[in-house]
């Protein structure tokens, strides 16, 4: 079945810095990629996701990136906020494997003022 | 429009004793899907329906665990001789099959296992 790898587990930025949380996965039917954010206690939340048929998106300070041939994508958040403080997941699946979510292990993301 | 909902939030047992899970997706939704997320992990498939019928149920752990869908809307996850293992926040997401790949979470039940 699929696997999906993160890292860092912990990321630790100033604010108004970048951060970039990476992850790989090893099925190559893989086909969508989202990106949830979780705050503490709460549910996860969609931020951004991208298809296999784009290599890039990005909306506002948050932006994607896609590497089919590696198999591997990135998230990348400018201009950090505290606000943006959470753990964030990444994960991939097959839509015609009925699109269940394979998620990595997390991010915990610490935006410092 | 209203989000998933899943109720009870918080669910305490005893070993031994069978829960039931309860998920109300958003209205149209044809896709359900359960995960279980452990502290500090990320969520792990469970189960997913497609309309009634439970489409893939390979993420389910053992024969203790068991859900149902039968109008295609509220799904019901039932977890039987629980033991202190199952403890963890089960979370349920709905989609528009088909048309999204767009999955929406519910808040969560915390199960905990005594």
């Known amino acids: 079945g699929e696997n999906v790898e993160q890292h860092p587990s912990t990321l630790s930025v100033q604010e108004g810095d970048s951060a970039v949380i990476k992850c790989t996965y090893s099925?190559?039917?893989?086909?969508?990629f989202p990106w949830y954010k979780q705050e503490l206690g709460k549910r996860p939340q969609l931020i951004i996701d991208?298809?296999?048929?784009?290599g890039e998106k990005k909306d506002q300070r948050i932006a994607v990136t896609l590497n089919k041939t590696a198999k591997h994508f990135s998230l990348h958040i400018t201009e950090t906020q505290p606000e943006d403080s959470a753990v964030y997941f990444c994960?991939?699946?097959?839509?015609?494997?009925?699109?269940?979510?394979?998620f990595g292990g997390g991010t915990r993301v610490l935006v410092k003022p | 429009g209203a989000g998933v909902s899943q109720t009870p939030s918080n669910k305490v047992t005893e070993k031994g004793k069978y829960v039931e899970l309860r998920c109300d997706p958003i209205?149209?939704?044809?896709?359900l899907y359960w995960y279980r997320q452990s502290l500090g992990q990320g969520p792990e498939f469970l189960i997913y329906?497609?309309?009634?019928?439970?489409?893939?149920d390979s993420g389910l752990p053992n024969d203790r665990f068991f859900a149902v869908r039968p109008e295609g809307s509220v799904s019901t996850l039932k977890i039987q001789r629980t033991e202190r293992g199952d403890s963890a926040v089960y979370l349920c997401?709905?989609?528009?099959?088909?048309?999204?790949?767009?999955?929406?979470f519910g808040p969560g039940t915390r199960l905990t296992v005594l």
């Open positions: 994960a991939s699946s097959d839509k015609a494997a009925g699109n269940k979510l394979t």
């Open positions: 099925d190559s039917a893989s086909n969508y």
């Open positions: 991208i298809r296999s048929n784009v």
């Open positions: 209205s149209g939704h044809t896709a």
């Open positions: 329906f497609q309309g009634t019928g439970a489409a893939d």
């Open positions: 997401a709905s989609s528009l099959a088909g048309a999204s790949n767009e999955q929406f």
